[in-house]
Structures are given as structure tokens and as C-alpha cells.
């Protein structure tokens, strides 16, 4: 096949060309929303690094979840900020905690949605860390036996996923164990597999007001240089019982999707983190850039790569630029 024998052209001459020999493409399906819950009610403050994005008291969330199931999105990932921090990051296993009331009430309200909460410490701990320090390190094993008791609680609230974040050793194993002993054998696990260490996390931390207050985490998540290491921690989660294998964040990782996805049968979401909304959300407001085109372009190079799922802030928008046009 050479030219002038084949011209490649030919079969982009016009949209409907083009539609007949796309080979990814974009659907509602693919995204999970993510959505942060504060105290109080009646609450939707803007979250200045997110444009668009809010940290919304249950009430509000619970309106933009059922917005988001209107576009046609399938699940929701919530984040909690609680009223108080402390040392063990306590208020994260609370039957009555934040996440814990947000999750009945979007399940309440919506009952078909999936719900997603992640389950972390740093955004319940008033040093900011994933855990228990002891000696300023980030003990894992006691940190495990919170996590198992956090998972629960969600259970409990009817949870349909839960989403360990933390980068904990174990963290997947703990999880089961735990939600099975309690009787909570549909729940599902996300595992933030291959978590990276990394800049684009700065307005999530903004957001929740979890920058840890000394120190980083590089100690528990990745290096951004490995992606060898990153098949190590996808096996060692799916050995362990996960149902979805997370990369983190997306765009400077499409490699790692790839690979994940060249080497294991498992559903894959991509986190398209708040780094990556800000970078895009501040281009277009200077007039930079075509928000719609890039915000699509995107999201589609991030399914390209080997996601089956991406979630993402855009999520919303991107499924009111598919309901008028093909993507
Ligand atoms: C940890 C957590 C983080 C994100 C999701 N879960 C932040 C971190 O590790 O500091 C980042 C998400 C984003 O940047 O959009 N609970
Ligand atoms: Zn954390």
C-alpha cells in the first residue's frame, strides 16, 4: 500500500468519513465526577483554582450529583472535608461523618448512581499526612487498620465503591478483609494503583486543605520517573482483589495507562486530576486556547491511551459538548 496507490485522505474527506473510521470515541459512559462536601447546607463556594468546580455542603452536592446523572454521567466520586481535624484523622470512620452522611444522601436522592467516596486520611488529619505518623513517618500497618474501619462506615452508608487513595502497602487486602467480615461483599474497590507523586494535585489541596503541613509524600506515592514499578504495584492490586486499577494523574502518565492497560484484564480509570482542569480552565479563560476542542481532544487521548473510565471535572461539560455533538 503506497502512494499514489493509497491516499489516506480519502477517507477523511467529510465528517461522516471521518465518524465511519474513528477509532475512540467519547460517551457519558466513560466519566465519574468528582465532588468535594463541606460542612453546613446551603453552601457552593467556588474553589478559586477551580473555575467551574465548588466545595458544596450536602445539600448542593447532592444537586449536582442528580445533575450530573441528567447528562447522562454514571458515578460520582466524593471527597469530605469535616468539620474538624485531628491527629488520626478520626472523623473519617464516623457513622455520622461527612462522607458517610453525603453518600446517603446522594444515594437517597439517586439511587441508580454509582457512588464513589475516596477513602484517605490526609483531608481528616490536621498535619495533612495519608495516616498515623509515628516519628514524623507515615506508619502503614496502624494506617491500614483506620482505612479498614473508614471502608466499613462507607459500606454501611451504602457506599458502591470505595476508593483507597492513600498508597498504603496492603491497602487493597485490608479493604477486602474488612468489607467482607462486615457482610459488604458487592462493595467494590478502586485502587489508586499507580499514584504519582506529583505537582498536579496543587488545587485538590487548595480545595480540601490537605497540603501536608511538613514534609511531602513522596515517602508513599510514586516517582514520576518509574513506570516498571507501576506494573508492580498494578499486579500486587489486583492479587489483592481490586475491581478498578487507577493511574494518576493522566496526562504526563499516558504511558503508564498504556502499559497498565497492555498488561492487565482489568477495567482502568484515569484520574484527569485538578492540575490538569486549572491548566486547561485558565488557557481558555485567557483566550489561549478552544476550551470545547481541547477539554474533547483531551479526554479522547485519555481513553486513546487504554482508559475505560476518566474521571474527571470536565465531566459535566464534556457530556453537554457530546449532547450536541459527536465526539
Ligand atoms: C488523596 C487524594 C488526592 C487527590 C485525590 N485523592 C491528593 C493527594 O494525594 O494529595 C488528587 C486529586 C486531584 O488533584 O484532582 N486523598
Ligand atoms: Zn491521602
Known sequence: MNYPDYRPRRMRRTENFRRMIRETRLSPSDFVYPL???PGSGVAKPIPSMPGQFNYSIDKMVDAAAAAADVGIPAVILFGVPEKKDAVGSEAWKDNGIIQKAIRA???ARPELVVMADACFCEYTDHGHCGILHDGELDNDASLENLARTVVSYAKAGVD?????GMLDGFVTACRESLDEDGHDQVAIMAYSA???SGYYGPFRDAVDSTPQEGDRRGHQMD????AEALREVSLDVAEGADIIMVKPALAYLD???AVSDEVNMPIAAYNVSGEYAMIE???EKGWIDRERVVMETLLGIRRAGSDMI???HAPYACKVLAKQRW
Open 36 to 38: 468535594f462536601v463541606v
Open 106 to 108: 446522594v444515594k437517597k
Open 161 to 165: 465503591v470505595v476508593a483507597p487513595s
Open 195 to 197: 499514584k504519582y507523586a
Open 224 to 227: 514520576p520517573g518509574n513506570v
Open 256 to 258: 503508564v495507562i498504556r
Open 282 to 284: 485558565a488557557a481558555a
Open 311 to 313: 474521571i474527571s471535572y
